[in-house]
Nanobody, 116 residues
Framework: QVQLVESGGGLVQAGGSLRLSCTAS????????MAWFRQAPGKEREFVAS????????YYADSVKGRFTISRDIAKNTVYLQMNNLKLEDAAVYYC?????????WGQGTQVTVSS
C-alpha cells in the first residue's frame, strides 16, 4: 500500500519560511519523480515544483522560482519543499505527488496559511 504523508504546514507571516516534508512508503522511491502541487480555495490545483528521479533535475512554477527549493533524501524516502519569502498568494493546501510511467500517487495535503 502506497502512502505519501505530508507534514510541515502551518501559519507563517508574509516574508517567513516553512519547510514541507513528504515521506513515501510502499513504493521504490528512487524510481519516482516527486512533485509538489498546491490548491487555494476556489482555484484549481497547480504545479509548484518537481524533482526528477532519473537525473535530479528540478523544475519550478514561475511564481515560486528563487523562493522555493525542492530536494530529495533517498535514504529517508522523503522529499522536501523549502519555502522562503512566503507571500499571501502562497497560501494553499500543498500536496505531494509521486509519479512514474505507470503510477500516480497523491498525499492528503498539508495546509499553509500566510498572514500579513
Amino acid at each position: 500500500q502506497v502512502q505519501l504523508v505530508e507534514s510541515g504546514g502551518g501559519l507563517v507571516q508574509a516574508g517567513g519560511s516553512l519547510r514541507l516534508s513528504c515521506t513515501a512508503s510502499g513504493l521504490t522511491f528512487n524510481q519516482y519523480t516527486m512533485a509538489w502541487f498546491r490548491q487555494a480555495p476556489g482555484k484549481e490545483r497547480e504545479f509548484v515544483a518537481s524533482h526528477v528521479h532519473k537525473d535530479g533535475s528540478t523544475y519550478y512554477a514561475d511564481s515560486v522560482k528563487g523562493r522555493f527549493t525542492i530536494s530529495r533524501d533517498i535514504a529517508k524516502n522523503t522529499v522536501y519543499l523549502q519555502m522562503n519569502n512566503l507571500k499571501l498568494e502562497d497560501a494553499a493546501v500543498y500536496y505531494c505527488n509521486a509519479i512514474s510511467t505507470y503510477n500516480d500517487y497523491w498525499g492528503q495535503g498539508t495546509q499553509v496559511t500566510v498572514s500579513s
